[in-house]
């Protein structure tokens, strides 16, 4: 039976968010309207004109030949803007987190947390990294839904992906749990770079950079999403919540510890479906030497690109 001296949580802080402004909250939606101008403006001045200098483009005038240009510098642009959004939430995400104890000891996650939702104070740099993160997937989810870009084969797997980051980012905020979102952003942020990097050399045909870097992000995601996230991030979830603050402070894990953990172990069931997908592009680069990505479009422009 339950003890009846636990605390039972509130589903969510007061208005002033324990630590964190209520208007400070409210930037992801400036941000979210401000990106896609932002995005404008970079393809303009930057990635438009790297494309002019690093692709190799079908110059005929057939049909099939427009319909590719077209095609690889949708792309390009596309992988130009996400590798640029998602290095700065790396060199951001460092910002908030190099010098805090919760970088290298998921104990600290919890420390000074006296009740759920968390009490503890939230910096700015890390106040900044949850705004702009959840105003970018709000822009991007929309894009998806518009068919902004080309269309992936997992795009209903990075639709269920995105509502789930930003429930989770959301959920994370409001109950002032921003240690270990801070941490979950960092560990999937760092791996896109790399994931980036390889496909804007592919499309540049590049391919001993475009393999080597596959290779590089196939580390890097097996150490970040397969290793660290269940086994620090959702273990911390799980156990160290218990631990170090319902048995500590008499209080009620629920319903904030199911919430948490299920949007969590639905990211990761997201990455066991990736990890599958990206060994099928592992395979195909160890046989035939080539980094065609399983994410790319669905329609007959693939057999086109080959």
């Not at 460092?94 to 759920?116: D, H, I, K």
């Not at 390889?198 to 999403?225: D, H, M, P």
């Not at 969590?264 to 997908?277: A, P, Q, S, Y």
Request: glycine fraction near 6%.
């Amino acid at each position: 039976m339950e003890d009846p001296q636990l605390k039972i949580s509130p589903l969510f802080r007061t208005v002033n968010f324990g630590g964190v402004n209520f208007w400070a909250g409210c930037l992801f939606l400036p941000m979210a309207l401000f990106l896609p101008e932002v995005r404008k403006l970079m393809e303009v001045s930057v990635f438009e004109p790297l494309g002019k200098a690093y692709l190799k483009l079908p110059q005929g005038s057939s049909a099939k030949d427009r319909k590719k240009r077209t095609l690889v510098t949708m792309k390009w642009m596309d992988s130009c803007w996400e590798f640029s959004s998602y290095l700065v939430f790396c060199c951001l995400g460092l910002l908030a987190s190099v010098t805090q104890e919760w970088f290298t000891n998921t104990r600290y996650f919890w420390l000074g947390c006296t009740q759920l939702p968390c009490d503890y104070e939230v910096t700015t740099p890390v106040n900044l990294l949850y705004n702009l993160e959840f105003g970018w997937y709000m822009q991007s989810a929309y894009s998806m839904l518009t068919k902004f870009g080309p269309r992936k084969k997992d795009h209903n797997q990075m639709l269920i992906h995105h509502a789930t980051t930003m429930a989770l980012i959301a959920y994370s905020y409001a109950t002032n749990m921003t240690r270990i979102g801070c941490m979950t952003f960092l560990l999937h942020d760092v791996c896109d770079v790399f994931l980036q990097l390889a496909k804007l050399a592919k499309y540049a045909k590049q391919e001993n950079a475009a393999t080597g870097g596959f290779l590089v992000f196939l580390c890097v995601w097996t150490g970040t999403r397969l290793y660290y996230f269940p086994l620090h991030i959702i273990r911390s979830a799980y156990f160290e919540t218990i631990e170090m603050v319902a048995v500590p402070y008499g209080v009620h894990p629920q319903p904030h510890h199911s919430i948490l953990n299920g949007f969590l172990g639905l990211l990761f069931v997201c990455h066991i479906i990736w990890t599958i997908m990206i060994l099928r592009v592992a395979f195909k680069t160890v046989t035939t030497k080539s980094t065609d990505d399983v994410r790319e479009d669905s329609d007959d422009s693939d057999r086109e690109d080959s």
